[in-house]
């Protein structure tokens, strides 16, 4: 299949078959003239501008399981550890002061933070700093996600991970795809800024699948897509990849690059970032090439040092990170990219 380069010609209603082909294809040039397409329709939506959040993961503790993670309850192996609320609030202060617009907090599933521990942190961090607030807290309430809102919370993250409700039963012995898609619903419905996702590479993930989850971010209207490889983590029961090309989706760092691209071009207007994941997998120049295939987003982890090497979903080598300013961010970034880094909240802009 070939596709013109000229974006008029590109149907955000690209069908399944078309997804799969070029989920499928190892025909270089065809490859890369997707990666042309989807960064053409990221100039054309979203514009020049790359965006950086400050990420916080303030509690490793989690109560699912699943099979895939390494903050499941199950790890024995893993220090755990929780931010207290000063803790949280003044590295949001600290973030904010530096220039960033935006803090992700992040933990696992920890009902430790009960709804009023979430509404008063995310109120002193709204009404001390100048930045916007995205929740990745895995599945709550409709009146805890509500009250969050109702504190200042702009955004949330949860991704639906795979699309097969076999694969997804059989990751998750303690989740349900429905009950996911619906909280998903119910986001939208409060008003978030809504982010789903996926991991790419799954044992058992079929392309048909794959293609189904990138169909669904269209479906469900979401806001922002976080796409990462599947990374082997040998503290968790899940056993290594699948290698059957025919039928299984490649566990490679271009099939990630794939469902960037092929989410920009069928959603057009979402916050895609180039993930923390992908970055492990390729520190050098993994997110640059995902810059290049439609993404625009990236996230710094801020979580203080003495934390941040706990929050081990997957093993990450022995790389340290290095916490950095906006400034030093924004400026490494210009230049390897040559495109400029927004200073502002980086909401998603929704065109007709
Ligand atoms: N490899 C890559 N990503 C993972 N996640 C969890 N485990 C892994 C893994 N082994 C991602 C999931 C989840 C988030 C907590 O981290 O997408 O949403
Ligand atoms: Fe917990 Fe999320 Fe990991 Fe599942 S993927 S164990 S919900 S942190």
């Given at each position: 299949m070939t596709m013109n380069a000229?974006?008029?010609?590109?149907?955000?209603?690209?069908?399944g078959e078309d997804i799969i082909d070029f989920l499928k294809t190892t025909d270089r040039s065809e490859i890369e003239n997707l990666y042309r397409i989807a960064d053409r329709v990221r100039q054309e939506h979203v514009g020049e501008e790359l965006h950086v959040r400050a990420l916080l993961?303030?509690?490793?503790?989690?109560?699912r399981n699943c099979l895939?993670?390494?903050?499941?309850?199950?790890?024995?192996?893993l220090v755990r550890y929780r931010m207290s609320e000063d803790e949280i609030v003044k590295a949001a202060r600290q973030a904010a002061g530096q220039g960033y617009r935006t803090i992700v907090m992040q933990s696992g599933e920890?009902?430790?933070?009960t709804e009023q521990v979430l509404y008063r942190t995310i109120g002193r961090i709204k009404s001390f700093c100048d930045i916007a607030v995205t929740l990745s807290l895995g599945e709550r309430p409709f009146k805890t996600l509500k009250a969050c809102f109702q504190a200042g919370a702009e955004r949330y993250l949860l991704k639906h991970e795979t699309s097969d409700p076999v694969l997804y039963k059989k990751l998750h012995p303690d989740l349900h795809y429905k009950n996911r898609i619906q909280t998903l619903k119910h986001l939208k419905e409060i008003g978030y800024q809504t982010g789903s996702g996926i991991m790419v590479g799954?044992?058992?993930?079929?392309y048909e699948s794959v293609a189904q989850d990138i169909l669904l971010f269209r479906e469900l209207d979401v806001d922002m897509i976080g796409c990462g490889p599947y990374i082997h983590n040998p503290k968790t029961p899940l056993r290594q990849r699948t290698l059957d090309r025919q039928h299984f989706i490649q566990p490679e760092e271009e099939s990630v690059y794939k469902v960037i691209a092929l989410s920009r071009i069928v959603t057009r207007t979402t916050m895609i970032p180039a993930t923390t994941a992908l970055a492990t997998l390729n520190p050098v120049s993994g997110a640059q090439t995902a810059f290049n295939a439609g993404a625009n987003v990236i996230m710094v982890n801020i979580t203080p040092p003495q934390y941040a090497?706990?929050?081990?979903?997957?093993p990450r080598g022995s790389r340290a990170e290095a916490v950095l300013s906006f400034q030093e961010v924004a400026a490494a970034l210009t230049k390897a990219t040559g495109r400029p880094v927004s200073k502002g909240y980086g909401h998603r802009r929704v065109h007709p």
């Open positions: 000229n974006t008029h010609r590109i149907p955000a209603d690209l069908s993961n303030f509690s490793n503790h989690c109560v895939y993670c390494g903050l499941r309850r199950d790890n024995a192996q920890d009902p430790y933070y799954l044992p058992e993930q079929t090497p706990c929050y081990e979903i997957y």
